[in-house]
């Protein structure tokens, strides 16, 4: 599981820059590998200006493409991420770019792919535990 991928410094340098998108996307040809987009408003932590709905849009696109809607889970590294955004304003960038890709990868990624990574159990006969594929 790699946490907090939405904020790490990419590289400005551009060789140095070209072998962090390398190797993340080495890193996504092993299936055992998921991403959590959390921490995605943490680039706002010094500016007043509201947060747009499509923060961090570009960033969350490439991690997407190259770990597949399979592949990226939610999390709100709440109550860390206070001091950038509020929860709600943290949500609702989440949920826009998620739900903008369909119901199929909204569920993928709100909680079926948690279910793959962390190999949940069902602790109640009424909790739904879909299979991936």
Known sequence: MIDHLPS?????????RDEYWSLLRHLAQNKNIFVKLSEV???????TAPIPPNFNQDRLD????????DHVLYASDWPNSDHHATYQVTISIVRNYVEAKGRVASEKFF???????YRWRRRQA???MENQS
């Open 62 to 69: 490439s991690l997407w493409d190259i770990f597949g809607e």
């Open 41 to 47: 408003a943490l680039a706002r932590s010094e500016q």
């Open 126 to 128: 009424d909790q739904p």
């Open 111 to 117: 909680w079926k792919n948690s279910v793959a990574a």
């Open 8 to 16: 790490a410094r990419v590289p400005l340098e551009a060789a140095a």
